[in-house]
């Protein structure tokens, strides 16, 4: 059972938008900055989203962040079929512990 | 170019023990939080462990709490994990993550399975 809850999927068609919301608490999010992960199988997670809303440098602006009291969201726009993928959300907990959610597959229809 | 390789993983019996180890090139280790982040296959991320750049700080998951260190030698560029006690549960993908200016977790290592069976 993960800190943060996702959805366990999400789908959506070719240049659609799709989001991915990322839930937790007071002692978390609500606190803490968030950060979005992209995960293609059989490779390590990439960070894509840092600080709530922020994208390192070679990340698309199709892929944004927001934050609001305890919950986050990924968005995604212009959906392409590369964006397949796992996603997740993490951030710290009050004792700086870090946490993550259980992850979204998205499908790309 | 940033690079982070795991190594160490394989087959071990559950009660045994193991070391895995990261070398680090590319950027200054010694300016640089590290972490370790395992993921069972098919499942997903868990933070275990988190250590600054001097080394002076860490941070443990609680449910690995007792049963890994987490070490670091900046003049080796290098970053281990001691695991003790496996069990059939800590079979996963072990994955070296660097922290890096207020970017968490910016850069992973490919990851190193470490099997835990009889």
């Known amino acids: 059972q993960s800190v943060l809850t996702q959805p366990p999927s999400v789908s959506a068609a070719p240049g659609q938008k799709v989001t991915i919301s990322c839930s937790g608490s007071s002692s978390n999010i609500g606190s803490n900055y968030v950060s979005w992960y992209q995960q293609f199988p059989g490779t390590a997670p990439k960070l894509l989203i840092y600080d709530n809303d922020k994208r390192p440098s070679g990340i698309p602006d199709r892929f944004s962040g927001s934050k609001s009291a305890t919950s986050a969201t990924l968005g995604i726009s212009g959906l392409q079929t590369g964006d397949e993928a796992d996603y997740y959300c993490?951030?710290?907990?009050?004792?700086?512990?870090?946490?993550f959610g259980g992850g979204t597959k998205l499908t790309v229809l | 170019e940033v690079q982070l390789v795991e190594s160490g993983g394989g087959l071990v019996q559950p009660g045994g023990s193991l070391r895995l180890s990261c070398a680090a090139s590319?950027?200054?280790?010694?300016?640089?939080?590290m972490n370790w982040v395992r993921q069972v296959p098919g499942r997903g991320l868990e933070w275990l462990a988190y250590?600054?750049?001097?080394?002076?700080?860490?941070y443990y998951a609680d449910s690995v709490k007792g049963r890994i260190t987490v070490s670091r030698d900046n003049a080796r560029n290098s970053l281990y994990l001691q695991m003790n006690t496996l069990r059939a549960d800590d079979t996963a993908a072990y994955y070296c993550v660097r922290d890096y200016g207020g970017k968490p977790f910016d850069c992973w290592g490919q990851g190193t399975l470490v099997t835990v069976s009889a």
């Open positions: 993490g951030t710290w907990d009050s004792s700086m512990r870090r946490v």
């Open positions: 250590i600054s750049s001097s080394g002076t700080t860490i």
């Open positions: 590319g950027f200054t280790f010694s300016s640089c939080e």
